[in-house]
């Protein structure tokens, strides 16, 4: 089993930014891929950004391409998403996730963390 938990999260000005972190606890994750996903009130779960297990392979939604950076130090079983320049329409529940063959879908990631608020005001 795989605890993943979300930090990070809060309100921001439309063009601040801030850094989610997610820790990662239970067995080790340093061998799978992990992804971050977001939530508005409302709407389906969507991918927000991936990386894998070695961190050489990222990939972003292209709502966030430009503006938001993926890193994971697996020495500290931890991954972050850095967010700037965030808008409007970059608030939602933030959620990590890791475990399974990992890809842009929700359904390919077998542990999720609780989800941390991010808001953005105009």
């Known amino acids: 089993q795989v605890q993943l938990v979300e930090s990070g999260g809060g309100l921001v000005q439309a063009g601040g930014s801030l850094r989610l972190t997610c820790a990662a606890s239970?067995?080790?994750?340093?061998?799978?891929?992990m992804g971050w996903f977001r939530q508005a009130p409302g709407k389906e779960r969507e991918f927000v950004g991936r990386?894998?297990?070695?961190?050489?392979?990222?990939y972003f939604a292209d709502s966030v391409k430009g503006r938001f950076t993926i890193s994971r130090d697996n020495a500290k079983s931890t991954m972050y998403l850095q967010m700037d320049n965030l808008k409007p329409e970059d608030t939602a529940v933030y959620y990590c996730?890791?475990?399974?063959?990992?890809?842009?879908?929700?359904?390919?990631?077998?542990?999720w963390g609780q989800g941390t608020q991010v808001t953005v005001s105009s």
């Open positions: 996730a890791t475990g399974g063959y990992g890809s842009n879908l929700p359904k390919s990631y077998e542990y």
């Open positions: 239970g067995r080790t994750v340093s061998t799978y891929a």
């Open positions: 990386i894998s297990w070695s961190g050489t392979s990222i």
